[in-house]
């Protein structure tokens, strides 16, 4: 079975800790893995800050700018070359899907694509307060004002979110549409704090259900993301177990991700989950 970790980041990357991903691969070959994929944040769209209206910070901190790509990959490139006799590094984006910016997610795939082997699909911003986006993940305070319409009724919380997840996976983003769905619970980041229910209603089953069936049919891969189980307020992996389970049966393709944003983080909680990783879960 390749031992792969499928989700980090690089020094690129304006919330991470700075540490310069040379390193973050030599400590991945360290522990023995011989697959490595850099998925740094995509641009968002510029007209997406007409939308937001969460912390600006939460905004400009949340991916490259647009002058930062082709740098991105150039270093991640000469990293895939460095390290080739050691490990296989693939070189990606992770990228935000945002309805209403599906043209121009596919115009930005269709001109770096090519230049990529491995690429995550995510959701970190949705609709709450005054129908504009917040962040998902940035602070408590910040997903309290955003979404404090939905907080008394933490199952339509759920649900938007899970709404947002099977539009990223249906969506038509073109040929270069990533096929790795990152962390499907982000919902969950903060459940601990806001005393979520640990548990989705009948209907946001069905509706995770109807999420996994497209993942399946469509080839698709789920990003196996232990990050959560250092957040705070979540302590669990994204997704959590049931889900795992029932992808499982499903056979479809579950890929560990560490989401790694330093050095220490690479490879994080690898043995916590490798025995939910199927053999089959990487080419």
Known sequence: ?????GH????????????????????????GFTEYSITEHAPLPPAFKHVFEGELEGLVTASLTADQVVPYLE?????????????????????????????????????YGSRTQDNILSVHFMPGTHDKFWC????????AKGFAA?????????????????QAVTADLGAYKPQRMGHLTLIRKYQDWFNLPRQFNSANKQLMLRILKEIRDRHYQIDLNTAGLYKEYCNEVYPDRWIIKLAQ??????????????IQEVGHGYHQIERWVAPTSHE
Not at 152 to 158: D, I
């Open 249 to 262: 049966e499903m056979q479809i393709p579950l890929v560990f991700g560490s989401d790694a944003h330093s």
């Open 75 to 111: 270093f991640a490139q000469r990293m895939q070359a460095k390290y080739a006799q050691q490990i296989k590094v693939n070189v990606g984006f992770e990228v935000d899907y945002l309805p209403g910016f599906e043209d121009w997610t596919t115009d930005f795939l269709n001109r």
């Open 150 to 166: 939905d907080l008394h009724q933490p199952q339509t919380l759920f649900h938007h979110f899970l709404q947002l997840e099977y």
């Open 136 to 143: 998902v993940d940035y602070t408590t305070a910040d997903f």
């Open 8 to 31: 980090t980041h690089t020094q690129f990357c304006p919330h991470g800790s700075g540490d310069n991903a040379q390193q973050m691969i030599e400590k991945a070959i360290k522990m």
């Open 1 to 5: 079975m390749v031992k792969k970790d």
